[in-house]
């Protein structure tokens, strides 16, 4: 099962900056916050990911909380091209007992408006 | 250069047959993956495959195998395709099984049993 929880879907005007939140409340304290978004038919698309820090990349910032709990992703300048279906993942990657691999959830549905 | 490709894009198969995905890796990783994406568009992890040591999912039916002739490559095997296999397949890689790695997706194989 997910371990985050994101809104359904969420709208953003072309142009302006797209805030997705997720909620981690039971996140350990060596699992990383991934972002990966999958626009429509195409393989998933790694975007960022952090451990404690905010990180910033050409794409966008992620923004975590100091308790972890949640974070949120930014994208600065939305574009049509951003609408997508956003996952936000917590692992370990590598748990020790095995290759655990990205659990993905239902994501946020990100519609960019024209 | 496509990172990761799937081979084929497409596949229309009947019930019972046996049908092999292709998928390679240029990126020098030593870790891969197979994903699953059902018609409810759930991602969900089959098998990871590192340093020859394969990780299976254990929900998985046996009738689905991975076969890794070398680094660069995990194919998938499907045995006696029931309607239920219908999915779209995803295969994907990473540096590593460390945490903090990110994965890197084909654009995945839409598998259509008939």
């Known amino acids: 099962d997910a371990k985050t929880t994101q809104p359904p879907s969420m709208d953003c005007a072309e142009g302006r900056a797209a805030n997705l939140p997720c909620n981690h409340s039971?996140?350990?304290?060596?699992?990383?916050v991934y972002w990966y978004r999958q626009i429509h038919s195409q393989g998933p698309q790694y975007i960022i990911h952090?451990?404690?820090n905010n990180e910033t990349n050409e794409m966008a910032s992620l923004i975590i909380t100091e308790d972890r709990k949640s974070s949120t992703l930014i994208l600065p300048h939305a574009t049509l091209r951003d609408t997508a279906v956003y996952y936000c993942i917590v692992s370990l990657m590598y748990s020790g007992g095995g290759a655990d691999g990205l659990t993905f959830g239902k994501g946020t549905h990100l519609i960019i408006q024209p | 250069d496509t990172a990761v490709s799937q081979t084929p894009k497409y596949l229309v198969t009947q019930m019972g047959n046996d049908k092999s995905i292709k998928c390679e890796q240029n990126l020098g990783h030593d870790t891969m993956y197979w994903y699953k994406q059902d018609s409810k568009k759930f991602l969900k992890i089959m098998f990871s495959y590192n340093n020859k040591e394969l990780i299976i999912n254990e929900t998985v039916p046996n009738r689905f195998s991975p076969k890794s002739p070398d680094k660069a490559h995990l194919n998938l095997h499907i045995n006696s395709l029931e309607l239920g296999d219908s999915a779209v397949y995803f295969c994907a890689s990473s540096q590593s099984v460390r945490a903090g790695t990110e994965a890197f997706f084909g654009q995945g194989t839409r598998l259509t049993v008939v």
């Open positions: 952090g451990l404690k």
């Open positions: 039971t996140i350990s304290g060596n699992e990383y």
